[in-house]
């Protein structure tokens, strides 16, 4: 089989960052040998979450079994999401925006066997869905964990307790239609109704403003979605928050300006 050499779009931060905490997890587990280093296997876990590359293909890369990368992914991926911030540390930089944005995004899996749960009449399509904040300049703050794709927006905040810690935290926060009834701290534009009247002028106008802020924080989904993993997800769905969490850390390994 050909091969060919390509190349990851990320900085030595991120390769070091995890190298570092593949070695310090060897140096407990006191392995003495593998098939790759620190830094190739964190090499192997970048091209698979930066690139999307799949298992075969880097297996025949790095010259390595099939399940010997599935194990190697798999491991640094699990050390990666053990570090990811949890939303009481996230918070911390949160309250100090002037305000943010929410919203939800959905990250398409393969068929399950149990396919009701995770299939979105939405998006018309199988995924899990996760909840995105992102501060005004619509940069990436944090991501929630991985839940089924049927559950609504709304419900998916009030599961993962991110209505309640915003408000608490008193962060004014923007959200879309989704979110109609959330209440708190979280503002949503304005929704005509079955059998009330048309939106006044002034309700448009707010619409529009709200609009252009909240469109900004479309921005952080896309920035999640440049790890092409998330073009389809072909594992098993309970995978997805490790991935996520994991993907969160390297992108604030390589934008240190919210990292921890």
């Known amino acids: 089989m050909l091969s060919y050499p390509a190349a990851i779009p990320l900085s030595s931060r991120s390769l070091h960052h995890l190298a570092g905490l593949i070695r310090a997890r060897r140096g407990q587990r006191r392995s003495r040998w593998r098939r790759l280093d620190p830094g190739r296997q964190a090499l192997l876990a970048l091209a698979h979450l930066r690139n999307g590359d799949t298992l075969t293909r880097l297996a025949t890369g790095f010259e390595i079994s099939v399940t010997t990368a599935w194990r190697y992914v798999r491991e640094a991926i ?3 999401a053990a570090t990811a911030d949890d ?3 996230a918070m911390n930089r949160i309250r100090l925006l002037t305000y943010a944005i929410l919203d939800g995004t959905l990250i398409p899996i393969d068929r399950v066997a149990d396919q009701k749960p995770y299939y979105s009449g939405k998006h018309r399509r199988h995924g899990v869905n996760v909840q995105v904040i992102a501060d005004p300049a619509g940069r990436l703050i944090w991501a929630s964990a991985a839940l089924p794709g049927s559950i609504h927006d709304l419900t998916a905040a009030r599961t993962h307790h991110l209505i309640v810690a915003l408000s608490r935290a008193k962060v004014m926060t923007f959200a879309d ?3 109609q ?3 708190g701290s979280i503002r949503t534009p304005f929704k005509r109704r079955r059998y009330r009247p048309k939106l006044s002028a002034w ?3 707010v619409n529009r403003a709200h609009a252009r802020i909240r469109a900004i ?3 952080a989904n896309a920035t999640l979605k440049t790890w092409k993993v998330l073009t389809r997800l072909r594992c098993s769905p309970h995978r997805a928050t ?3 969490q994991a993907i969160l850390v390297l992108h604030h390994v390589e934008n240190p300006t919210y990292a921890g």
């Open 203 to 205: 309700q448009k106008k």
């Open 78 to 80: 699990d050390l990666l």
């Open 242 to 244: 490790p991935i996520v």
């Open 87 to 89: 939303l009481d540390t």
């Open 177 to 179: 239609k989704a979110y």
């Open 181 to 183: 009834g959330a209440h």
């Open 217 to 219: 924080g479309e921005r």
